[in-house]
Each structure stands twice: as structure tokens, then as C-alpha cells.
């Protein structure tokens, strides 16, 4: 196009983008549409479009401002928390891979994946998820036994629907145990480790759904559906969470299969049950000519037996309709679902909003992923679970938006105030004392801020202590002591003030530890 | 190229690398050619390179294993506290902006900017530091006042020199206070920070070098040095850490100066020292004709005064040869230098390697970024400081390689084993006890692991406890607990368990915070 075209386009193209702010479209139709402005403006080369442009994160991306931070960060502190009581590490990849050590890894979802331009070099993507660069890494360095956790973003170039939580830059949380070991005791803790962090987060009840691979497989084999077929029956059981039979019986003969086959699958497929339900197929005259389904069986009556002991035995539930979407399980596989609503609001839900309800957790054993990274294809055997972060976040932060609770965004303890004029330093010397005894303060960046902003400040963020400072103080040597929630103020010798707000900090400190 | 031409090609190269590897060259070296052979082979297609590809990271990236992590979660955790003490939250934003938000940010260094491919959408750029992603939040989100660290990787294509721990992916380390407030209160505190991570890190010796832009700007004017030649003059001054006078003197005029202005210069930029020398040159007669002179010296008159209240005048100097790269800063500028080698090691110096001495931290104020973002230039006074961790990392990593110290990469506090078979079960209930109880435990994997190797286990990874739980224990319902250091070992009623171990942990605890 001429420039004399572009500009035009460009014209018509802002004035589309005012009328759509005017009307208060949707958010996400005004980002798209001023993407394309951009992209009009690029045309014309960085010049025309530099001094006004638009102040925006990329589509599907969005900055964390200090609140919700301090949510996230809470939550990773419960999450490595319980990583580390069960003796895990943490390692860490780059952001991006070489493009060919994802290539062949995610089937249809490659077409999500970021690449980098190629400047001269390599070709770079970024990650898609954290289990391939952790394969990556396992048989580059050779590594035989390995419990790791990773919490860092990756990028799905996903249609995003942020008003759910679906980002294209997002969270994942993992921990994945490797080593050749012993049935179904790793498989065990995986789950010990998902059931703990559930319960400390206070999302609510849940449920662990655990399946095996082998046995979908074997259930098909048994049943009549050809191997060729086992990947699209296998897409269609994994709907039966959100569908009812019927829907995912059409499914399957829309695919191929015969009503035969798939009224068989049905039958298997929609049970449910625990250790009673193991025996009973282990005696199914039918799935005991598949070798497969019995291992699959075996490993998950095993599974449940530790998983009693692992004092989960009430929060588990073999459902024989568990899929999980990705190819590369070998083993058991499991889910964690919430199945109450831990949002206690009284706003009506948004429709078709199921915040609160849904998969919080999955995983499974995958035995040859790291072998297919190995030159001589030496496999190690692994089992791990992602823990569903950013779902995580939304339901605390609708949580605390119901609560209306405040959240702090920092940890202060002590403000470091004076009602008069020219007592900056005394400030100053007085925020040194606390700062070298680590207690965490601040104090107004004024020479002379007044008195009542300075005791707004204190509730505006949830300060528990002010110290206060004026010339009577400085005559004798003192300081007053106010907490700011009962308005109480004492006066306190100068020498003993690290030790009197320590001494308070340590009584609210076994308050709040003790609720 | 033909096909055939391109196998051809492949077939050398291939060849090439293989020599290369077999003469042991430099890594660095093979990986150039690895690239180029990748290179070619993605001319052939995917198919022809699947299957048979090279396992590695990106060009100038690394992953980081427990070991390297451990060290980095320690750093991190340190840093992270202080920057609490001081009352800061975090923020965080995406790894990659609009290219246009980064377009004219890093003058000739743009050329090191990491871009995405155009997959149809937007143009995107990796982040290249942390300041101008903060700087486009502040202006999107119109936020006035705000003390936010931010610790985060960033992205810079430029040639890695890994041997000397400069990577093409690394953390910063930022910590800024913006806000319109009194003269040199935040950037006092700022120092204070920097000082209080250094001192709590033990990286030895260090000084804190201050200056003032304008302070600089004054001196080039009030010698005759043309504006248009200032920034020029500045880089060279920068050099004055590593250059002496004659050759920083010697770029002077091959850029233009005289003799005259270089040599007067040269007066200026050579001193050093605290407040009397403030106080010599607010009184110097042609330095008093310079406002801008003058505004920069009344700053660092009252910053110096603010440093000695929060006690480190020891640790600053007013270093007129401070210039700092960045266009951005306005006013105060500050750099800390490790002044002795913290590096306890007997081997020989790498020729020309300077670990452990040099720039660890640096920062200053910029009044006008945030203003260049917002569409109608409304600025925010900002001024912080990043602290070098990539160089803490490595400065730490050879410590710990010098001292031959054993870096933990797990906290596991207690062991559960057994010397007998078929105690599994009895182990797991006894973990499940311990981790309830909020006790960091592990066991080995296996159904009967031999006990010669799971007190190994304990040995290698630093476990303090084992619990061991045979035939005996038992039918008494005790447990043995076994002081891994000591190999003491003590038979314990099994419902003192957790409270006998927690009272050991509690006393280790204790004589450790006192070292």
C-alpha cells in the first residue's frame, strides 16, 4: 500500500477505535481493534507512530499491581512450603528452547507456541509448559533420580478469555518426582502433596480423581475399539465431566466406533468408586483378557492402599472416566476438582461463570518422555502433578473481593511519625535503631508531613505501631508507643524501644499463629 | 540451495563439530557451530533434523540445578527481606512489552532487543531491564506514589561471555521509590538498602560512590565543554575506574575537546572525599557560576548528612568521576564497588578476571521517565537502585567452591527408614505423622531399601535425623531416632515422637541463629 492509502487507514481505523471507547465495548474487541491500528501504524515505519502511542500490555498479558502480588505470593509460600517438608528442590530453565526440542511435543496445540524472530542464529520459542524443558534437562545432564519443583510463567498463543483467568502468559507450578523406584510410593506422595496444599489454601472441598492409563486402553482393547481409534474414544471419555453419556456416546460414533463398542465403553467409563470397585473389575470376566487394564488395575489398588494410609483415603475416588489430555502419560493420572463453591459471595454468579468449581490439579506418571530426549533413548521414569495456580488466584482474589477484607501489600510494623516541624532526623535516627534491630518500618518522605495524614497513612495500610517523636519526647530521652488500632499510646525510655516492639510484635505474632 | 547441496553442506559441518568435540575446543566455539549446522538443517525441514537434534539451551542461557538454585533462593531471600524491612511490595509485569514501548529507550544498545515473530497480531519485544517496564505501569495505571521491588529475568542479545558469568537471560534485582517528595529522603534509603544487603550477604569490603548528572553537566559547562558534547564527555569520564587521566584525557580530545577544557575537566573529575570536600567546591569560584553545578552539590550535601545519620558515612564517598551509563538519571547517581576480593580461594586468578571486585550495585534518580509515557507528560520523580545479583551469584558460587563447602539443596529435617523388609507401611504411617506435624520429611522410594544406603542417603543430602522403625519398635510402639552427625541413636515412646524431634529441631534452630 502507499503511504497516503495507510494513513487513511490508519485514520479511519482511530476513528473506529474512538467510537468503540465511546460505546464502552468490550475490552477485549477495543484491544483487538487498536492492535490492528498498530499494526497499520507500523507500516508506516517507527516514526510515525512514535510520541503517541498506546500504553498497553500485550494482548493476553496483564501486570500484577502490589495486591494481587501479595496474593500470589502467598500462595507460593504455601505451595514451596509443602514442597520442601517433602524434600524437594528447585531448578530452573530459560524462558525460551531451541524451536526443535518443542517440535512434536504438544500434537495440535505446536500452533500456540511463540517463536522469536530469527535475528541471525538459532530458532528460539518459548516455553509451552515446564514438563518438556524439565525432560529437556533430565537427559541433557544425564540425570538417573531427581524431585524438583518449578513455579515460573508459560506462553500459549491461546485465544484468551482473561475474564475467566485464561492468560497467554501464565503460571504453572509443578513438582515431579524421577528415579526408578517402586510402585505407586512417589505416585502416593504426589497426591499426599496435592491433598495437603488444597487444604491449607482453604479453597474448599475437593476430590482426587485417579485413573490409569493402561486401563482406558485396556477398557477399549476389550471392548472392540480398533488401536487406531483409541486416542479419539480416549478425547471423548475425557468429556464426561462436563457432558452427559449420550453427548459423548454420539461423539464416539460420529469418530467410528460402533454402538456396540461404545455402549460397552459406557458401561466401564462411568463407574466410579474405591477399593471395592478395584476387586470387582479385577474379577470382570471381560477386562481379565486384557494384560494392560490388569496392571493398570493392580497399580491402582495399590495406589489406594497408600493413599489410605497417607490419611487421604476419603478425599480419593477412582473414576474409570478420568482421561487427562496429554499423550505422554504411561500410568496413573489424576485430577483434583473442587466440588463445592469456596467463593462465599451473595453477587449473583456470573452465567456460565463456574468460578470455584472445576479441575485445581492434575497430573500422571509419564515414563518415556525423557527418553525420547536421550540420543541412546534411556528413559526415566517420572510421576508429577501440577498444582492449577492461576485458577488458584482468581478464586482467592474473588474470595477476598466477597470478604471485602483488605489486603497488605506490605509487612510494616512500625511508623515513624512526629506531630512537629523539623524532626526529620530524630526521625531518621530513631527508623535506624529499628531497621538494625530487623524490624521492618517506614516513615514519611517529608520534611514535615502533618500529623493526621501521617495516622491516616498507619490505617490506610495496616501498620500496627507508630512511634511518635516530638520535642517533649526528645527532652526526656523517650519515645510514645501508639497502636494504632486502639488508639492507646504509651511513653517509652528511648533505650527500651527495640525491645518493647519486639515484645508486642512477638504477642501478635503467637496471636495470630494460634488462629 | 538444492537439496543435495544442503546434505552436502550438513555432511560437512557435521564432520566439522565432531572434530571439534574430539579436539576438545571451546564450548562456546562448538556451540557457533552447532547453531550453523542446526541452521542448515532446518533449511532440509523438520523431518529431516526430528529425531536426531542437539541437546542444549539456547545460545548466552543456562538452566540453573538444585545446587546453583539453593545458592540464588538464599541471595534472593536475603535481598528480599530487606527490601520488607523498608516496607516494599512487588509487581510484576509480562516478559515481553509492544516493541514500541521499548523503541528509543537504550539508544545504540536497542540492537540487543530480543523480538518475537510476526505471528499475526502485534509486535513484541522481550524486556531489556526492568526500569522502563516500570516506568509504562506507572504512567498506564497513573500511580503517583509507589516502593515496589521487582526481581526478574531479562533479555539482552548480546555476545555472552558465560565463563565470566554474563548471560543473554538474567536477573535484575530493582528496588524504586517514586513519588513527589522531599529532597533526598528515598534516596538516602535507597543507600541504606544497598548497604544493609551487601553487609548481610558478607561479600567483604565495599564503597558506595555518589554524584549528582547535574553536578556533572555544571562542571563540563563551566569548562568550556559545548552541550552537544556532554554526553560524550561523560562517557569518557566513566572510564576513569579502569583508564588512568592520560587516557581518558587522550578520548577527550579525539572527540573534540581542547586541551584547555579537558585539562579543567580533568581537575574536577579527579576528586574524591565527603563533606569538606562538598564544601571546598560550593565555595569554588568558577563551579558557583553553574546553577545546575550548585542545585547537584546542595543534593549531595544533604544526602551525605542523611547517609551519616543512617550510619554508613564510612562506606561513601562523593566520587566526581561517577557517571553512569543511562540517559535517564536527573540527579543523584550512586554505584557500590567491592573493594577487597571476597573470594577465599588459593588458586591462581583466570588472567584478566576480576571476580569478586567491582561494580555490585547501582542506581540513581529519574525524574522524567515515567513522563515520557504518559500521553500528557505528567512525570513522576522516581529514584532507585538495582543491586548486581547475577555477580553475587557468582561471587557466592566460588566461594563455596573455594571453602569446599557442601550446599544443601533440600531442607529435609528426618529420614523414615528401616534396617528389616516389609516395613513400607509402617513408614509411610510414620512420615504421614511427621509431615502433619509440619516436619520436613522424606523416605527412600523402595519397598525394602538396604539400610547401609539409606543411611548414606542421609549423609550425602545432609539430613540431620533418621527415624528408624524395625520388629522391635514395633511390638514396644517406640521409634529409634538416629543423630546422623553423632550416630547416637535413642529409643522413643512413638507417641513423643513429633514433640521430641520438634524440641531437637527447635534447639538446632536456635544454636544456629546464634552463629
Redesign the interface.
Known amino acids: 500500500m502507499e503511504k497516503s492509502v495507510i494513513k487513511e487507514e490508519i485514520r479511519k481505523q482511530g476513528e473506529f477505535v474512538r467510537q468503540l471507547k465511546l460505546d464502552k465495548a468490550e475490552k477485549e474487541k477495543i484491544d483487538e481493534e487498536v ?1 490492528k491500528l ?2 497499520l501504524k ?1 507500516q508506516l515505519g ?1 516514526d510515525a ?2 510520541g ?8 493476553g ?6 495486591k494481587q ?2 496474593i ?2 502467598n500462595v507460593f509460600d504455601t505451595i514451596i512450603k509443602c514442597f ?15 524451536k ?2 518443542l ?2 511435543k504438544y500434537g495440535e496445540d505446536s500452533k500456540l507456541i ?6 541471525g ?4 520459542s ?1 516455553r509451552y509448559d515446564l514438563t518438556v524443558p524439565f525432560a ?2 533430565m ?3 544425564k540425570i538417573q533420580t ?3 519443583y518449578h513455579i515460573a ?1 508459560v ?1 500459549r ?1 491461546d485465544n484468551p478469555a482473561m475474564t475467566r483467568g485464561r492468560y497467554r ?1 501464565f503460571y504453572q507450578c509443578d513438582i515431579d ?1 524421577a ?1 526408578q ?2 510402585p505407586m ?2 505416585d ?2 504426589c497426591l ?1 502433596i496435592v491433598y ?1 496444599i488444597l487444604s491449607a489454601l482453604k479453597l474448599g472441598d475437593f476430590v482426587i480423581k485417579v485413573n490409569d492409563r493402561r486401563m482406558l486402553d485396556g477398557v477399549f482393547a476389550v471392548c472392540g475399539c480398533p488401536d487406531e481409534k483409541f486416542r479419539q474414544a480416549c478425547s471423548a471419555v475425557d468429556k464426561l465431566d462436563k457432558l452427559p453419556w449420550e453427548d459423548v456416546k454420539a461423539e464416539m460414533l460420529e469418530k467410528g466406533l460402533t454402538e456396540e463398542t461404545a455402549d460397552k465403553i459406557g458401561v466401564y467409563v462411568q463407574m466410579s468408586g474405591g477399593q471395592e470397585l478395584v476387586e470387582h473389575l479385577l474379577s470382570d470376566k471381560l477386562l481379565m483378557t486384557s494384560k494392560c487394564a490388569m496392571a493398570g488395575l493392580n497399580d491402582i489398588k495399590l495406589l489406594l492402599r ?1 493413599l489410605q ?3 487421604l483415603g476419603n478425599k480419593v475416588s477412582f473414576d474409570m472416566s478420568l482421561a487427562r489430555g496429554l499423550d505422554y502419560y504411561t500410568g496413573a493420572i489424576f485430577e483434583a476438582v473442587l466440588t463445592g463453591t469456596a467463593v462465599n459471595t451473595n453477587q449473583p454468579r456470573i452465567k456460565g461463570e463456574t468460578v470455584g468449581v472445576g479441575s485445581i490439579a492434575g497430573g500422571g506418571r509419564y515414563d518415556n518422555l525423557v527418553g525420547s ?1 536421550d ?1 541412546k533413548g534411556r528413559s526415566v521414569p517420572c510421576v508429577g502433578v501440577s498444582i492449577g495456580v492461576e485458577r488458584i488466584f482468581s478464586i482467592l482474589e474473588a474470595q477476598l473481593k466477597a470478604d471485602g477484607r483488605k489486603t497488605r ?4 510494623e512500625v511508623y515513624v511519625i512526629s506531630p512537629q516541624k523539623n524532626f ?2 530524630e526521625r ?2 530513631i527508623i ?1 535503631e529499628l ?2 534491630a ?5 516513615m514519611p ?3 514535615n508531613p502533618k500529623l493526621l495524614s501521617q495516622l491516616q497513612t498507619c490505617e490506610e495500610r495496616g501498620i500496627p505501631y507508630a512511634v511518635i517523636i516530638a520535642s517533649s519526647e526528645k527532652e526526656t530521652n523517650t519515645v510514645k508507643l501508639r497502636t494504632i488500632d486502639t488508639r492507646e499510646e504509651v511513653s517509652i525510655p528511648r533505650e527500651n524501644m527495640v525491645k518493647e516492639i519486639k515484645d508486642r510484635l512477638q504477642i501478635c505474632k503467637n496471636n495470630t499463629d494460634q488462629n
Open positions: 492492535t498498530l499494526a507500523a517507527e507512530s512514535s503517541k502511542f498506546v500504553l498497553k500490555t500485550p494482548k498479558t496483564r501486570d500484577y499491581n502490589l502480588m501479595a500470589r505470593e520442601k517438608r517433602h524434600g524437594a528442590g528447585t531448578i530452573d530453565t530459560p524462558v525460551f528452547e531451541l526443535e526440542t517440535t512434536n511463540y517463536d522469536l524472530k530469527d535475528q542464529g538459532e530458532m528460539l518459548l529437556r534437562y537427559a541433557m545432564n531427581i524431585k524438583r510463567k506462553y498463543r502468559e518426582i528415579g523406584y517402586d510410593i512417589a502416593a506422595e499426599r495437603e497408600y494410609i497417607y490419611q530426549f540420543p501489600t506490605n509487612d510494616t526529620l532526623e531518621m535516627q535506624t531497621w538494625k530487623n524490624i521492618k518500618a517506614e518522605y517529608k520534611r
